[in-house]
């Protein structure tokens, strides 16, 4: 067989480096993908129960379902939940959307460094850095909002509670025919040292969590004393305990509503419109607490929210 010549040689030499170089492209692992720009949204596709427990997450949260009681969700996103918050506490960074309604069994809180909006709320605690706006009512509420309360709507009505908000409030209906007491406080008044503001009501947690911490070591010392029976006193222990804490959180949601106040002082000439004005209404606008005066259109026939 004739030997190849010199130029065949050199380009067989070619290819076949050639080729090898292809196959090591072609075998060799692929570089993963370069992670997705901002936070992953975390979606819940049903209502969150005990079967899925609390929930913590570094970004947005949307549940498609209710919450059930005594669950917890914290995120540093939004939370949007398209139905019911049933006694559970939500924890948002940023913003907090409740398409359906707040409220019991328990005690329901929400607290979101931006705004929050809500269909109803009922016997809840809501926190708001920005504004809170309601659809229909707020009955029997506690609400700090470092922005507005906004329930302008045919059927936005506020029974009860006490509502805090720094640059105002605008409501359609405002107490209710039965004269249930319901306290207003805006602008300046929610700082400084008036029976409605942050201070004076941080003062009261700290004197109430002093008091309960006295009354623990007094029952620790007879339990400790008590030969028998201490069954009693452990659980008059427990509650006092549990009463504590719960005191504690609030004094520390406190704190951080009067540091948020601080950075964002409020606004020293609020609004304030309500339509329809029930007996039973204080207004704080920075010189106490004064009767709001009912309108005419307060009929005996009351309300969405008495």
């Known amino acids: 067989?004739?030997?190849?010549?010199?130029?065949?040689?050199a380009w067989t030499t070619a290819f076949l480096s050639s080729a090898e170089q292809i196959d090591r492209e072609e075998t060799a692992?692929?570089?993963?993908?370069?992670?997705?720009?901002?936070?992953?949204?975390?979606?819940?596709?049903?209502?969150?129960?005990?079967?899925?427990?609390d929930v913590s997450h570094p970004g947005p949260v949307v549940i498609r379902g209710d919450v059930e009681p005594d669950l917890k969700v914290h995120a540093t996103g939004r939370i949007l939940v398209h139905g019911d918050v049933r006694g559970a506490r939500l924890v948002s960074?940023?913003?907090?959307?409740?398409?359906?309604?707040?409220?019991?069994?328990?005690?329901?809180?929400?607290?979101?460094?931006?705004?929050?909006?809500?269909?109803?709320?009922?016997?809840?605690?809501?926190?708001?850095?920005?504004d809170l706006r309601c659809r229909f009512s707020l009955v029997?509420?506690?609400v700090t909002a470092h922005g507005r309360v906004l329930l302008p709507g045919d059927h936005g009505q506020i029974s009860g509670g006490a509502i805090r908000a720094s640059s105002g409030i605008i409501v359609r209906r405002l107490g209710s025919s039965r004269g249930?007491?319901?306290?207003?406080?805006?602008?300046?008044?929610?700082?400084?040292?008036?029976?409605?503001s942050l201070d004076a009501r941080i003062r009261i947690c700290s004197d109430t969590a002093a008091r309960l911490a006295r009354r623990i070591d007094q029952r620790c010392a007879q339990f400790d004393a008590l030969p028998e029976g201490r069954t009693p006193v452990i659980e008059e222990i427990r509650r006092l305990v549990g009463e504590r804490a719960r005191t504690l959180r609030l004094q520390a949601s406190l704190i951080r509503q009067r540091r948020q106040a601080t950075a964002h002082p409020p606004e020293p000439e609020p609004v304030f419109r309500a339509d329809i004005v029930f007996p039973?209404?204080?207004?704080?606008?920075?010189?106490?607490?004064?009767?709001?005066?009912?309108t005419s259109e307060s009929h005996p026939g009351g309300g969405r929210g008495d």
């Open 1 to 9: 067989m004739p030997e190849p010549s010199q130029s065949t040689a």
């Open 140 to 142: 029997q509420c506690v």
């Open 180 to 196: 249930r007491p319901t306290e207003l406080v805006i602008g300046l008044a929610i700082l400084g040292d008036g029976p409605g």
């Open 280 to 294: 039973g209404v204080t207004l704080d606008a920075g010189d106490g607490p004064r009767p709001v005066p009912p």
């Open 93 to 130: 960074e940023d913003s907090i959307e409740i398409r359906g309604a707040v409220g019991g069994p328990g005690e329901a809180s929400l607290d979101a460094r931006g705004d929050v909006t809500v269909g109803s709320a009922r016997h809840a605690h809501v926190i708001a850095g920005g």
């Open 29 to 53: 692992p692929t570089e993963p993908e370069s992670p997705r720009e901002g936070p992953i949204e975390l979606s819940i596709l049903g209502r969150l129960d005990r079967a899925v427990g």
